[in-house]
């Protein structure tokens, strides 16, 4: 697959311009708000044909190697760690711990581009594979598809998005001043966030679009969804999850509740704590706007978005999804094998309207913590807006 390239001493990502290309940070330039001077045809025309291409077995080769790479270090966990002296067991977990997560984590984007039909020509076993991988990772695979496809077809969207939708400074309480005006605060925030999010997203829509009522991924007659067959599919969706949570709760008997915690438990946390934290920092960032009302419109919607720089090592265990996601929000169909080399395609296309971020992840969650607590009109152009920190 396409992997970051090396320029003058130094890792750059798929689609990072070259040194010189640009004498502003990322960080401190703020992205074009107002309507591009390209359409989506345009785009497209400057990719290669060839990148729109879905092969099944290409595809599931990557999904073999994410399956391949969970079941070597589980047989470790089990065959190998346990003789390990005392001392050096307590390194060796943590470093299983991480290692199963990223590997897992790599099978989640494989399920992630099953529910955009990215994964082969055929539909129905695009659904099957994402079904049978996100279950096994206690996602409602059904449920979470329809959500995420509406999260995609109004991103950018303070009125519609689906997932991190921000608050606007009139709406904060003055408990979160304290929270998000202190260090200690914003820590323990970001702590909660990648621990407890997903699942609180899941189960009462946590930092989702506001509904009129109750909103959760694993109710049928929630306001995400619609229509019969929707709702037929988060119900499999559910049934999916409960037969694997079963499962797991029958092997906690047999084996114990620590050994199934250490070996499945604590690496599905760091799958979700990834997943968070990836999709957190692509969405949120003090140089991307949020459209409100009439100034919204699919295609700047999409381009509010930001591809980072993870690291070589972590860009592949992820498939890329981490430094080319606007290429991603753009074309959602296209295989993660081809999304580097459409990337490098559509930049000369997109120009000041492509956002890329190299600065480390860490420092990049913090500043995110920090500079975004809520979103404020532009005060110039009516239904721009952009986040802020200051109370």
């Known amino acids: 697959m396409p992997q970051p390239v090396r320029a003058e ?30 359409t989506l045809a345009d785009i497209k025309r400057a990719i290669p ?17 994410n399956l391949a790479a969970a079941a070597v270090l589980l047989y470790l966990a089990l065959a190998v760690l346990p003789a390990f002296p005392g001392p050096l067991r307590v390194v060796a977990w943590p470093v299983y711990w991480v290692a ?18 990215a994964f082969s020509e055929h539909a129905l076993l695009d659904d099957a594979v994402g079904f049978a991988v996100h279950t096994a990772l206690l996602v409602p695979y059904f449920s979470w598809k329809h959500s995420h496809r509406r999260h995609h077809a109004n991103s950018g969207s303070l009125d519609r998005d689906e997932v991190f939708v921000p608050r606007r400074k009139s709406e904060l309480s003055s408990y979160t ?31 989702g679009r506001p509904y009129p009522r109750f909103a959760s991924h694993y109710d049928p007659y929630s306001p995400i969804f619609s229509g019969s067959q929707e709702r037929a599919q988060v119900l499999l969706s559910d049934a999916g999850v409960l037969a694997v949570s079963l499962a797991l709760w029958r092997l906690a008997a047999a084996l114990g509740s620590w050994t199934v915690a250490r070996l499945y438990g604590v690496p599905l946390l760091v799958v979700n704590a990834w997943l968070v934290l990836v999709t957190y920092l692509q969405h949120t960032d003090p140089a991307v706007p949020r459209y409100g009302g009439r100034e919204w419109d699919w295609l700047r ?4 978005t930001v591809d980072r720089d993870y690291g070589a090592v972590l860009n592949s265990a992820f498939h890329n999804i981490t430094d080319t996601h606007v290429v991603h929000h753009l074309f959602p169909s296209m295989p993660h094998y081809h999304a580097a080399e459409a990337t490098r395609a559509i930049r000369p296309v997109l120009g ?14 913090s500043r995110v913590a920090k500079d975004c607590v809520y979103v404020e009109a532009d005060g110039h152009r009516e239904g721009v807006f952009w986040y802020g920190n200051k109370f």
């Open 352 to 365: 000041e309207n492509y956002r890329f971020d190299a600065t480390p992840v860490a420092w990049a969650a």
């Open 301 to 304: 919607g999409a381009l509010a």
């Open 49 to 65: 044909p060839h990148c729109f291409k879905r092969s099944v077995v290409r595809s599931s080769t990557y999904l073999l190697r």
């Open 177 to 207: 001043h304290r929270v998000q005006g202190s260090a200690a605060g914003r820590l323990a925030h970001l702590f909660l966030q990648l621990t407890l999010g997903w699942p609180l997203y899941l189960a009462c829509n946590a930092a």
């Open 100 to 117: 199963q997560g990223c590997a897992l984590g790599g099978a989640w984007v494989v399920a992630h581009e099953c529910g955009h039909h």
């Open 9 to 38: 001493g130094k890792t750059r990502a798929a689609g990072e311009p070259p040194a010189g290309d640009t004498d502003v940070p990322a960080q401190l330039k703020r992205s074009r708000a107002d309507k591009p001077p390209f």
